[in-house]
């Protein structure tokens, strides 16, 4: 056996006994949590268990390298990795997979995912950011898989801004640049696209970044032989290994169960990245994964005897144990105890966390079936709610939606009935819902003052001789402006940095900001929006520009399953207030020039969606968007740079609300509510429809999510009566969500003299050139004929039929 490696300060033999057996104690206790969390699973306490066993050993040596100031993005296997930074009880474990709602006891995300996925508090409850410097920082998980690579890029790269760029407040953020961001992923989940676009970018930035890649064989049954050319993911990225004359990665490689050359392997590993700013691969080899792959199925289904029986000979634990007899550490009898302690601590906890969240759920079973039964007292149907009420009261370990259901059946008996009993019950129905809600719905967005809906419009001022310019102007001098006053901006995307995007509405800016704040990216849309993600986790506030609309769709995955569900996920204890810009709306043919606005707004709920119509607008937005909290992404219109808008004299004061419409052109006959490019062609309508005596209200979305806040559209309906919504998405749309919006949300429906009405583009998308865009979206002559069809059902004798 190898000579123990002194990587911890020159400890002496004693001092390194004690941590090497305290951190077999964690693996110990780790390993235990797995055993009784699939057991818990298994007997219906807990829906769903995925564990760390089989990885405990090398989370032990990533933890003795990760420094606090550090992050952490890895996936659902590592909670050795967090119980040994001290992130992580067994009783919040247990408190995870019972879904405690409770985010003091269950801190990872108060219930609302499953067990595995970890996090570190990143704000105080005002939303204010703590000192991440002296806490060890661990992103929020997500389960899909490689989907925590984009944003591991981020954290890295924030390290490279933060040493280079000046003039950037690092209070709470940084300390010179020094921190690692460290990865992880599972053998399987490196042939996602994602984790070969990481690698690479990673590869071209140079940034801080540690990547450990546990390697059992298997991706769930699938052997690796069906995962990797070569089985071997180490082997294949050979060519990203850097040599004295190209930058690139350090790639290393070690056993999962050799723990003193795991502890120099990773002491190797962060001195490479936090020193040098070089990312570095550790592909750990030889692991097990006892338990399989999750609680859904046993992995004796597709191992064969002889693979259960070396996994079981080369257990990263039992290695280690063996290890440590055979360097003299610790006596076989010692071990053992430290193991029965290891599984009693960890039933008292498992207990303790289910007794801790039984204990409320019991206490609200006990009044519920008090109510119920008084109400059964008084209720003709008395047999029927007796009955439900035993039943309820029956349940030896409750659930909120047990009780909830039970209590809403009953009411129905009531139906007739008037008694305060009865009240009494619709009272407490009606609390216990809206306090209970709260606990699974808050936080989609930012709860504090920094909301960005609570931001107060400044409107634009214009000198009386304010200049005609390009909207790309407007947009470029404001940008300029945001990176004068604020150094914790920067954009980065496709072209965006030497010609200053392809519409030049960054124009100059990189020769006057630098290549770090105004950047060049490779086509890589997923990692550009984990570029903005990780950034914007540690403090800077990051603009990712996505060339086209369309493109957009490269990097939804990202968007939806990372950056909307963020400050949900952690109930408001991280947030990554990133500015996702991109252009679209009308141009010429299939691509670039589709408007998947429905497709994105419905997968991208927890971030704001807005479509200003000119760039006086976008300017505006981005001004507000850079005084809050949550994360947005703004469509441009792509016709719109060469179009001239006046110049504003408080162009950087300027800010857009968010969530709120506007009326453009006031009406009397009919509301006509549209956004973006089509926003303009309805304009022109309505003054064509003035001269047949047709008065139409026209209103600017401009904020799709949030909609219409103050309803205001409801406002203009039940002066019209009449409403039509345009838009160039398809049908079923994004003009189908308005509808909803006005009908459902603002209750519309009762102003209404006439059948709402939407008007789309066709269901396929524009075919190209002029002709094509007329017969795919919305014409001028479309929009007329469909208002004039409205009024001609109205009043047919002033409005005779068209045609």
Same mark, same amino acid.
């Given at each position: 056996?190898?000579?123990?490696?002194?990587?911890?300060?020159?400890?002496?033999?004693?001092?390194?006994?004690?941590?090497?057996?305290?951190?077999?104690?964690?693996?110990?206790?780790?390993?235990?949590?797995?055993?009784?969390?699939?057991?818990?699973?298994?007997?219906?306490?807990?829906?769903?268990?995925?564990?760390?066993?089989?990885?405990?050993?090398?989370?032990?040596?990533?933890?003795?390298?990760?420094?606090?100031?550090?992050?952490?993005?890895?996936?659902?296997?590592?909670?050795?990795?967090?119980?040994?930074?001290?992130?992580?009880?067994?009783?919040?474990?247990?408190?995870?997979?019972?879904?405690?709602?409770?985010?003091?006891?269950?801190?990872?995300?108060?219930?609302?995912?499953?067990?595995?996925?970890?996090?570190?508090?990143?704000?105080?409850?005002?939303?204010?950011?703590?000192?991440?410097?002296?806490?060890?920082?661990?992103?929020?998980?997500?389960?899909?898989?490689?989907?925590?690579?984009?944003?591991?890029?981020?954290?890295?790269?924030?390290?490279?801004?933060?040493?280079?760029?000046?003039?950037?407040?690092?209070?709470?953020?940084?300390?010179?640049?020094?921190?690692?961001?460290?990865?992880?992923?599972?053998?399987?989940?490196? /042939?996602?696209?994602?984790?070969?676009?990481?690698?690479?970018?990673?590869?071209?930035?140079?940034?801080?970044?540690?990547?450990?890649?546990? #390697?059992?064989?298997?991706?769930?049954?699938?052997?690796?032989?069906?995962?990797?050319?070569?089985?071997?993911?180490?082997?294949?990225?050979?060519?990203?290994?850097?040599?004295?004359?190209?930058?690139?990665?350090?790639?290393?490689?070690?056993?999962?169960?050799? =723990?003193?050359?795991?502890?120099?392997?990773?002491?190797?590993?962060?001195?490479?990245?936090?020193?040098?700013?070089?990312?570095?691969?550790?592909?750990?080899?030889?692991?097990?994964?006892?338990?399989?792959?999750?609680?859904?199925?046993?992995?004796?289904?597709?191992?064969?005897?002889?693979?259960?029986?070396?996994?079981?000979?080369?257990?990263?634990?039992?290695?280690?144990?063996?290890?440590?007899?055979?360097?003299?550490?610790?006596?076989?009898?010692?071990?053992?105890?430290?193991?029965?302690?290891?599984?009693?601590?960890?039933?008292?906890?498992?207990?303790?966390?289910?007794?801790?969240?039984?204990?409320?759920?019991?206490?609200?079973?006990?009044?519920?079936?008090?109510?119920?039964?008084?109400?059964?007292?008084?209720?003709?149907?008395?047999?029927?709610? /007796?009955?439900?009420?035993?039943?309820?009261?029956?349940?030896?370990?409750?659930?909120?939606?047990?009780?909830?259901?039970?209590?809403?059946?009953?009411?129905?008996?009531?139906?007739?009935?008037?008694?305060?009993?009865?009240?009494?019950?619709?009272?407490?129905?009606?609390?216990?819902?809206?306090?209970?809600?709260? /606990?699974?719905?808050?936080?989609?967005?930012?709860?504090?003052?920094?909301?960005?809906?609570?931001?107060?419009?400044?409107?634009?001022?214009?000198?009386?001789?304010?200049?005609?310019?390009?909207?790309?102007?407007?947009?470029?001098?404001?940008?300029?402006?945001?990176?004068?006053?604020?150094?914790?901006?920067?954009?980065?995307?496709?072209?965006?940095?030497?010609?200053?995007?392809?519409?030049?509405?960054?124009?100059?800016?990189?020769?006057?900001?630098?290549?770090?704040?105004?950047?060049?990216?490779?086509?890589?849309?997923?990692?550009?929006?984990?570029?903005?993600?990780?950034?914007?986790?540690?403090?800077?506030?990051?603009?990712?520009?996505?060339?086209?609309?369309? =493109?957009?769709?490269?990097?939804?995955?990202?968007?939806?399953?990372?950056?909307?569900?963020?400050? =949900?996920?952690?109930?408001?204890?991280?947030?990554?207030?990133?500015?996702?810009?991109?252009?679209?709306?009308?141009?010429?043919?299939?691509?670039?020039?589709?408007?998947?606005?429905?497709?994105?707004?419905?997968?991208?709920?927890?971030?704001?969606?807005?479509?200003?119509?000119?760039?006086?607008?976008?300017?505006?937005?981005?001004?507000?968007?850079?005084?809050?909290?949550?994360?947005?992404?703004?469509?441009?219109?792509?016709?719109?740079?060469?179009?001239?808008?006046?110049?504003?004299?408080?162009?950087?004061?300027?800010?857009?609300?968010?969530?709120?419409?506007?009326?453009?052109?006031?009406?009397? #006959?009919?509301?006509?509510?549209?956004?973006?490019?089509?926003?303009?062609?309805?304009?022109?309508?309505?003054?064509?429809?003035?001269?047949?005596?047709?008065?139409?209200?026209?209103?600017?979305?401009?904020?799709?999510?949030?909609?219409?806040?103050?309803?205001?559209?409801?406002?203009?309906?039940?002066?019209?009566?009449?409403?039509?919504?345009?838009?160039?998405?398809?049908?079923?749309?994004?003009?189908?969500?308005?509808?909803?919006?006005?009908?459902?949300?603002?209750?519309?429906?009762?102003?209404?003299?006439?059948?709402?009405?939407?008007?789309?583009?066709?269901?396929?998308?524009?075919?190209?050139?002029?002709?094509?865009?007329?017969?795919?979206?919305? /014409?001028?002559?479309?929009?007329?004929?469909?208002?004039?069809?409205?009024?001609?059902?109205?009043?047919?004798?002033?409005?005779?039929?068209?045609?």
């Amino acid at each position: 056996m190898q000579t123990i490696p002194d990587v911890t300060n020159d400890l002496s033999f004693e001092d390194f006994k004690t941590e090497v057996l305290n951190d077999y104690k964690i693996a110990m206790v780790s390993r235990e949590c797995s055993l009784l969390g699939r057991r818990e699973v298994l007997t219906g306490k807990a829906k769903f268990g995925i564990f760390g066993d089989g990885k405990e050993v090398p989370q032990l040596a990533m933890a003795k390298a990760f420094l606090k100031g550090d992050w952490r993005s890895g996936y659902y296997r590592d909670q050795t990795f967090m119980m040994a930074i001290g992130e992580l009880t067994t009783e919040q474990f247990f408190a995870g997979l019972y879904a405690n709602t409770n985010l003091e006891l269950e801190p990872m995300s108060a219930g609302r995912q499953m067990g595995g996925h970890f996090v570190t508090h990143s704000l105080n409850d005002n939303g204010s950011w703590k000192n991440l410097t002296e806490q060890y920082n661990s992103s929020a998980d997500i389960s899909p898989t490689a989907g925590q690579m984009p944003r591991l890029l981020g954290l890295a790269q924030a390290s490279k801004i933060f040493r280079n760029v000046e003039d950037i407040n690092t209070t709470n953020f940084s300390k010179k640049g020094n921190e690692v961001a460290w990865g992880t992923i599972g053998n399987a989940s490196t /042939s996602e696209g994602l984790f070969f676009e990481t690698i690479n970018a990673a590869g071209v930035l140079q940034v801080p970044m540690v990547i450990s890649v546990w #390697d059992d064989e298997y991706g769930i049954s699938v052997h690796a032989r069906h995962q990797t050319t070569k089985e071997n993911i180490s082997e294949i990225l050979k060519g990203f290994q850097r040599n004295k004359n190209e930058k690139g990665f350090e790639i290393l490689r070690v056993k999962g169960w050799d =723990y003193p050359n795991l502890m120099e392997t990773y002491q190797e590993a962060a001195k490479i990245a936090r020193e040098e700013h070089v990312p570095v691969l550790i592909h750990v080899v030889e692991l097990t994964q006892p338990q399989g792959h999750s609680t859904s199925g046993s992995h004796e289904r597709y191992k064969n005897a002889e693979r259960l029986e070396w996994e079981s000979d080369h257990d990263c634990n039992t290695k280690m144990r063996q290890w440590i007899i055979e360097s003299g550490i610790a006596t076989n009898e010692a071990l053992v105890e430290i193991e029965r302690t290891a599984k009693r601590n960890v039933r008292d906890a498992k207990k303790n966390a289910w007794n801790t969240f039984l204990r409320p759920i019991k206490k609200e079973q006990l009044e519920i079936v008090s109510i119920l039964k008084k109400v059964a007292s008084k209720s003709a149907n008395r047999v029927f709610i /007796s009955k439900l009420a035993s039943d309820l009261e029956a349940i030896d370990e409750p659930t909120r939606k047990d009780i909830l259901s039970t209590s809403r059946k009953v009411l129905r008996h009531t139906l007739a009935e008037t008694h305060t009993e009865k009240n009494t019950l619709a009272n407490w129905i009606n609390a216990n819902i809206s306090k209970t809600q709260h /606990s699974f719905s808050s936080h989609l967005y930012s709860e504090t003052q920094h909301a960005n809906v609570r931001i107060k419009e400044i409107k634009p001022t214009y000198a009386d001789d304010a200049e005609l310019v390009d909207g790309r102007i407007i947009l470029r001098d404001n940008f300029d402006n945001i990176f004068s006053s604020h150094p914790e901006v920067l954009v980065f995307g496709e072209d965006t940095g030497k010609i200053g995007d392809v519409n030049q509405g960054l124009e100059g800016l990189q020769e006057k900001f630098g290549e770090l704040r105004v950047a060049d990216t490779g086509i890589r849309e997923a990692t550009i929006v984990g570029q903005g993600i990780g950034m914007a986790l540690r403090g800077l506030r990051p603009i990712a520009e996505i060339q086209y609309l369309d =493109y957009i769709l490269y990097a939804l995955q990202i968007i939806s399953d990372d950056l909307a569900t963020l400050h =949900y996920r952690t109930k408001g204890k991280q947030k990554a207030p990133l500015i996702i810009r991109t252009r679209g709306h009308r141009l010429e043919g299939i691509w670039h020039s589709g408007s998947q606005m429905g497709g994105i707004l419905n997968l991208v709920k927890g971030v704001h969606l807005l479509v200003p119509r000119n760039m006086t607008k976008a300017a505006g937005f981005y001004n507000t968007l850079l005084n809050g909290d949550d994360p947005a992404i703004v469509v441009e219109c792509l016709n719109g740079y060469r179009l001239k808008e006046k110049m504003p004299n408080n162009l950087s004061a300027i800010k857009t609300p968010i969530g709120v419409v506007e009326t453009v052109k006031e009406g009397t #006959d009919i509301t006509l509510v549209s956004y973006g490019s089509t926003l303009r062609i309805v304009e022109q309508t309505a003054k064509d429809l003035l001269a047949l005596g047709i008065d139409a209200e026209i209103i600017d979305v401009q904020s799709l999510i949030p909609f219409d806040l103050n309803h205001d559209i409801v406002k203009s309906i039940a002066k019209t009566n009449r409403v039509m919504i345009i838009d160039e998405d398809v049908p079923g749309g994004a003009s189908a969500y308005i509808l909803d919006e006005i009908l459902n949300k603002q209750n519309a429906f009762q102003y209404l003299d006439s059948a709402p009405k939407t008007l789309a583009a066709k269901a396929h998308r524009p075919a190209y050139g002029n002709d094509g865009d007329y017969f795919s979206k919305p /014409s001028a002559e479309d929009i007329f004929e469909a208002i004039y069809a409205v009024m001609h059902e109205t009043n047919p004798t002033k409005y005779p039929k068209l045609r």
